[in-house]
């Protein structure tokens, strides 16, 4: 669709212009605004399929309440970019998870209409409550909304929110249950089967229809309606409503993409007080056959065409190091009946999808719950099984509790591999993994690998395997090196033991995991500018190799220590505090991530940006020639 052909959405840029839309040029507007999604994210990638489906949803929301003073919550965001367009960001959605551009998740910074931040699952209902709590205490006439997706609702968080909220029976809040049956891959669990139940019985959703059909004019009739169903529906599942049990009065389900209906409902429960709970059907990728028709992998497709479907990547016939992961996990588990695969709602995103596929009884998705999946994992060692389980970095953030209450302090054989290691890249500030070593380094007991490539990868894990305790593993998004390592022998690697890479007598240069090799290739550019800089690659955050820091700490007197991750708490304050601890007289620059928030661009930039990319540790290693050259 041509610029010109957005004859509605070149019109709107706020919630107060979209209200002057009659019901028909609404859902023309939606139409436009779908198609502008679907071409805009062709070109500049991002999460497609989740905001497709929740279009109907984000129009009929701003149509009815008054936005900015009333507040939606957003849950993760992913289901966010008409919300955006919307609300005055039609132009700036072009630039959306570039370097200096919009973010792709919700910001309270970014715009007055993004009620709360998010980037990760489940807290919508929490924050909503806190913000309708705080406007019954003011005595402001506000209308707060929390919108969730069927797969955040597993999350513990959610329900610890429901649990809260439903006991203050005044404070008005409504929760969205937005249901599509999906989170990155398809849902799992019993909430799934309940909601399933819920909306596919044919005899119950029959009566619901007439009913509200007759009665939804007014909210008191409404609410007489939705009591009427819950009790039909009691009988007809043969169970009570969970939600109800929650003292959260249920409504729904309704078709999310019926904007009559959604604009009707949501009229009415406007002026219904209390915790209430509206349950949407959507479709995610609605409107786009590819995307509808290939959920997970449209979920965040890269480029394509929009015309065709047709995904484009750039040629690339290295491995990803998630697949590195996933295909070393089904040779081990071949190898060892003891090996388990344990991962929170991303089977596919860490590439567990193709141990499932071969061995679906070894194989648990959990649903978004990534404390459960750390504790549940622990169940499984400490009865005998080696679990590896798989949580994104920034995610595991959210588990740091359980690893060490649940895995370290008991010595369980856990293999907690942290995907997403370091700068990720366009999804910004909630999913850089840039914490994992400085947090978990503190934690006693833990060994910790950052292996460099994909046979230190593949080895790190057989290691673990045979580690016999708890051991965590951190890698990068994207792909590797192009090293040799299908087919490949296993080799255990000696735990807390580095390696010397590379001769040199002017600096020593000390790095930890991948970006090793931008160090590699910056200490051969150094060493054609007659600065011979010592390569040493440490392979363990935790225990660090003494042996070889005291050869560096006698032997040098500049080191260079390069990380990808926060500097403080770090492996580069570490080897720096060893060294002053030895009393050896080596000045130590270390280079990784600040005290700062790094925001959305490529990791490219963002390396450039937080100053340890090639280019960075180079000029760091010719810099010693300068200073000597003054001295």
Known sequence: MSSEEYKLLDTISSPRELKKLSAEELRVYCDELRRYIIDECSVNPGHLASSLGAVELAAALHYVFETPEDRIVWDVGHQTYAHKIITGRREAFRTKRRLNGISGFPRMSESEYDAFGGGHASVSISAAFGMAKAAELRGEKRQVVAVIGDGSMTGGLAFEGLNNAGASKRTNLLVILNDNNMAIDQATGALKNYLLKISTSVHYNRFKQRLWGILSHTPRLLWLCQKAGNAVKQGLLNKSNLFESLNFRYFGPVDGHNLKELVRTLRALRDIEGPKLLHVMTVKGKGYLPAEHNQSVWHAPGCFNPDTGERISAPDDTARYQDVFGETLLEL??????????TPAMPSGCSMNILLREMPERCFDVGIAEGHAVTFSAGLAAAGMVPFCNIYSSFMQRAYDNVIHDVAIQGLPVVMCL??????????????????????GAVPGLVIAAPMNEPELRNAMYTALLAGGPFMIRYPRGHGEGLPWRGMPFEALPVGRGRRLREGRDVALVTVGTVGNAAARAAERAAGEGVEAAHYDLRWVKPLDTELLDEVGRTFRRVVTVEDGCLRGGVGEAVAAYFNARGYDARVTSLGIGDEWVEHGTPEQLHTLCGYDEEAIFRALAGVKRLSQER
């Not at 588990?333 to 344990?342: E, F, I, S």
């Not at 370091?422 to 400085?438: I, K, N, R, S, Y």
């Open 333 to 342: 588990a071949r190898r060892d009946a003891r090996v388990v695969g344990v």
């Open 419 to 440: 995907d997403r290691g370091g700068l990720v890249g366009e999804d910004g500030v909630t999913h850089h993994g840039v914490f994992d070593m400085a947090a978990f």
